[in-house]
């Protein structure tokens, strides 16, 4: 069973840059895609971005200037950074694993983020 | 983006019902969905995939069916934990996206 786990600082202040990254338990780091997602409190689930084991990525347009995503096969993980940063980006942060078409089969526990001077 | 809508927001029901919970996409999205259960202060879990390919050890009493632009999610008789807010994904086209979520409560 893959396990994710992610790390990085809970407050971050306006104008800056969040960063976040997503430790990935096994070697499957090159069998499966990587997503972020995001969720502000009794909010849906946004879908941020996705890294492929290729390094391709793809991002949500609504975000595309702010962020970028990276793999680091060498060292089983994968990053978010998020730039010049307002409230509005407070949120639960998960990062997810999955196939092509399923769907995002594993979860980190999720880290709250939050925007505030 | 393709915008998905869950109906109904809320919904009660007992130990023992069976629900069905649907999802609209504004476009066509073929067999593309899936769908996810949530619990309070913890991540998504992925329910049902396309094609039912993902096969996670999730109970048979959840089923999903649909194509085009509607979909189902059906629990034939609801447990105690399965009270949770559950949400739909389109997987068709970026970006991804989610419906606005039904939370099932007791």
């Known amino acids: 069973q893959v396990q994710l786990q992610e790390s990085g600082p809970g407050l971050v202040k306006p104008s800056e840059t969040l960063s976040l990254t997503c430790t990935v338990s096994?070697?499957?780091?090159?069998?499966?895609?990587w997503t972020w997602f995001r969720q502000p409190a009794d909010k849906r689930l946004e879908w941020v971005g996705r890294?492929?084991?290729?390094?391709?990525?793809n991002y949500n347009s609504s975000l595309e200037s702010r962020v970028t995503l990276s793999l680091d096969m060498s060292r089983n993980h994968f990053s978010l950074k998020l730039t010049s940063v307002t409230a509005a980006d407070t949120a639960v942060y998960y990062c997810?694993?999955?196939?092509?078409?399923?769907?995002?089969?594993?979860w980190g526990q999720g880290t709250l983020v939050t925007v505030s001077a | 983006d393709i915008r998905l809508t869950q109906s109904p927001s809320f919904l009660s029901a007992s130990v023992g019902d069976r629900v069905t919970i649907t999802c609209r996409a504004s476009?066509?999205?073929?067999?593309?969905l899936a769908w996810y259960q949530q619990k309070p202060g913890i991540a998504p879990k992925l329910l049902i995939s396309?094609?039912?390919t993902y096969q996670g050890g999730v109970p048979s009493r959840f089923s999903g069916s649909g194509s085009g632009t509607e979909f189902t999610l059906t629990i034939s008789s609801l447990q105690p934990e399965d009270f949770a807010t559950y949400y739909c994904q389109q997987l068709n086209s970026y970006p991804i996206t989610f419906g606005q979520g039904t939370r099932l409560e007791i």
């Open positions: 476009q066509v999205i073929y067999n593309l």
């Open positions: 396309p094609s039912s």
């Open positions: 890294v492929y084991p290729t390094g391709e990525t």
């Open positions: 096994t070697d499957s780091i090159r069998d499966y895609y």
């Open positions: 997810g694993g999955g196939r092509q078409f399923v769907g995002t089969e594993f």
